[in-house]
């Protein structure tokens, strides 16, 4: 998957799934911030990407995505294995 839909797409999801504006999502932003996650939303965050791209995150990854960017490169290096 490209990079751009890849981001374009994780952004739709996540917007439409924490009910944000799309707008307030900025790679550089931090996700617990920005989508206001407790720790049970944020295993209901990792599912619902796991389920949008195919790819699996173990809850040690967790702790390393704390940026939108570090995500998107994160499920781009899975998908693009």
Do not use: C, H, W
């Given at each position: 998957?490209?990079?751009l839909k890849l981001i374009e797409k994780a952004n739709?999801?996540?917007?439409?799934?924490?009910?944000?504006?799309?707008?307030?999502?900025?790679?550089?932003?931090?996700?617990?911030?920005?989508?206001?996650?407790?720790?049970?939303?944020?295993?209901?965050?990792?599912?619902?990407?796991?389920?949008?791209?195919?790819?699996?995150?173990?809850?040690?990854?967790?702790?390393?995505?704390?940026?939108?960017d570090s995500l998107y490169d994160f499920i781009h290096?899975?998908?693009?294995?």
């Open positions: 998957m490209e990079k739709e999801v996540l917007a439409e799934e924490f009910e944000i504006e799309v707008a307030d999502i900025t790679p550089d932003s931090n996700i617990k911030e920005t989508l206001q996650l407790d720790s049970l939303s944020l295993v209901d965050m990792v599912a619902l990407i796991e389920q949008t791209f195919g790819v699996k995150i173990k809850s040690q990854e967790v702790a390393s995505i704390q940026t939108f290096e899975r998908i693009s294995a």
